[in-house]
């Protein structure tokens, strides 16, 4: 199992990273306001959350490597018109729409099982459509939300939901990955033998985690010791002002945890935290891994 370590990121915009060393104390209080805060403006309904994810986010570093994903989106529902953003939310039906164009035809295999099938079928459905035609014994069981993924192959969608959309962008671009953690939540909860428990064991906080804010950091496999040293030592200014060639070189960031997208697009704020790993890849890939980041400015 990877080892996860905290990234705090500090952004004043959403075009740069930095990062900075915060005791667990102010971490708290800084976690406790803005939790309140983000709680406040979040119960305020908006008619259209999509429409905060503006052009100039889109084109920002974090939403980088799923740009095509939003690009595609944007041009389907503003008819091709240039509007700078979203003029209405997103149909889940164009979801399934893309799904079923990107899946169709492609094996997929897990460690644990053949998935060919499973992906054939996977869709994204409406999740109060989902709660109304499930029963009530299903709903009442620990999990119901990982169970029904991984026994049905349908994802529960929120309309006008931006982490729900994040969350399918994901599945999109990581399919097996998270097909993978679906498994191995599937897997733990038949473990312990107990279809209402509702307490998540250490491997579900783990999974849950990473999947909601975690962060791959893919290193060249001859700067990796090197790197992650610095990176998990929180040697940041190390790694990224007096290395900073280095870094730009033989490392890229990659957003896997949809809550960091959706808080970034709603509300980003000095403090948020999120958690890594990081990898060795090999020259080759971490060169054309670059290149295809920085294609997308």
Not at 87 to 90: A, D, G, H, N, Y
Not at 127 to 142: H, P, R, T, W, Y
Not at 254 to 259: K, P, V
């Given at each position: ?29 800084m ?7 983000a ?15 503006t ?22 529902v503003?008819?091709m ?5 979203f003029?209405?939310?997103?149909p ?6 893309l799904?079923?164009s990107m899946?169709k ?20 459905v409406d ?16 999990f ?11 994802v ?21 990955t998270k ?8 897997q ?33 496999e001859?700067?990796f010791?090197?790197?992650k ?10 790694l990224f ?9 033989n490392?890229?960031f ?6 960091i997208l ?23 890939t ?12």
């Open positions: 199992m990877f080892k996860l370590q905290n990234v705090l990121f500090l952004r004043n915009n959403l075009f740069g990273l930095k990062l900075a060393r915060i005791n667990a104390q102010q971490q708290h209080q976690h406790t306001k803005c939790s309140q805060q709680y406040t403006w979040k119960s305020e309904i908006l008619a259209n959350e999509f429409s905060l994810l052009d100039e986010k889109m084109n920002s570093a974090p939403f980088r490597f799923i740009q095509p994903l939003l690009r595609h989106f944007s041009e389907r503003n008819n018109e240039n509007v700078g953003g003029k209405e939310p997103i889940v039906q164009y979801l399934n729409d799904s079923c899946m035809n492609i094996q997929f295999s897990t460690s644990m099982t053949d998935d060919s099938e499973w992906f054939r079928k996977l869709k994204f999740q109060d459509f989902i709660m109304a035609n499930v029963s009530s014994e299903k709903l009442e069981e620990g119901w939300y990982e169970r029904h993924i991984c026994e049905t192959s349908q529960p969608t929120r309309f006008n939901n931006l982490h729900d959309f994040y969350g399918f962008l994901i599945w999109m671009t990581f399919p097996k097909r993978l953690f679906n498994l191995l939540h599937n733990n909860m038949l473990e312990r033998d107990n279809p209402h428990c509702k307490k998540r064991s250490p491997t579900q906080n783990f999974l849950t985690l990473f999947d909601e804010c975690g962060v791959l950091v893919c290193i060249e001859n700067h010791e090197e790197l040293s610095l990176l998990y030592n929180m040697e940041f200014k190390e002002w007096k290395r900073r060639e280095v870094v730009e070189e490392m890229l990659i957003n896997f945890g949809h809550s959706e808080m970034l697009t709603m509300r980003p704020y000095i403090g948020y935290t999120t958690k890594f790993t990081a990898v060795p890849v090999n020259s080759e971490c060169k054309s891994l670059i290149a295809n980041f920085c294609s997308q400015r």
